[in-house]
């Protein structure tokens, strides 16, 4: 079975504060997805990468950036901590195959972050 | 990028009863997933069906890429399907996929 794990489950920051939160899947997936939960917003994907060194933006990129140095780990950063970032952060993994027939993400258990 | 709706938003069902949720998809994909979201925020594979049909137990589900709808089916509910479930659609590269905002389910005694 692929396991996805995320490093906290519940973490609390004051704002202005330097935030990691670490993904880890043990799969060998070549993509890994960082997405943010809101109420009444479903999920919204934050960045993705499909390679080690590799990202691409998702659609609300703005106040966070990513770090992939190894395949099975995935890295969401918060440069500056801002209440408006208080949010369920979920990670999850999928594996590229080809030619595109299966594409399946897999989630890990989610970070529940407050930014005080 | 694609546009992902599902209805109902909210549904409330006796212990017993069948449902029926519905996926709306705006474009062509080649990645229809289905999710159950527990209590604890965790979110679980219930089907990856980017057409026709499967089945899994008391659920199934089937996408008309066609007419771009999925349905999710749930027959004799029970309290633990209670959560929020999503659909999640995508096509192009890299995976990525649009989520709906999901469809809150509450199953009572």
């Known amino acids: 079975d692929v396991k996805v794990t995320q490093s906290s489950r519940y973490l609390v920051k004051r704002t202005g504060e330097k935030v990691f939160l670490e993904c880890v899947q043990d799969?060998?997936?070549?993509?890994m997805f960082w997405y943010r939960q809101d109420p009444g917003l479903g999920l919204r994907l934050i960045y993705f990468s499909y390679d080690v060194k590799m990202k691409e933006k998702g659609d609300i990129p703005e106040g966070y950036s990513v770090s992939r140095e190894k395949k099975e780990r995935f890295s969401l950063i918060l440069e500056s901590a801002s209440t408006n970032q208080t949010s369920m952060y979920l990670c999850a993994s999928s594996l590229v195959e080809r030619p595109i027939s299966y594409n399946e993400q897999f989630f890990g258990p989610g970070t529940r972050l407050t930014v005080l | 990028g694609i546009q992902v709706e599902q209805s109902p938003p909210d549904l409330i069902l006796q212990e017993g009863a069948n449902s029926t949720l519905r996926c709306n998809f705006s474009d062509s994909v080649n990645n229809l997933q289905w999710f159950h979201q527990n209590p604890w925020g965790q979110l679980i594979n219930l089907f990856y069906i980017p057409s026709g049909t499967k089945q899994n137990g008391r659920l199934s589900a089937t996408t008309v890429a066609t007419e771009r709808y999925s349905l999710l089916y749930i027959s004799s509910s029970q309290t633990t399907d209670s959560g929020v479930y999503f659909c999640?659609?995508?096509?192009?590269?890299?995976?990525?996929?649009?989520f709906g905002t999901g469809t809150k389910l509450q199953v009572i005694p």
């Open positions: 799969m060998d997936h070549e993509n």
């Open positions: 999640a659609a995508g096509a192009g590269g890299y995976q990525k996929v649009t």
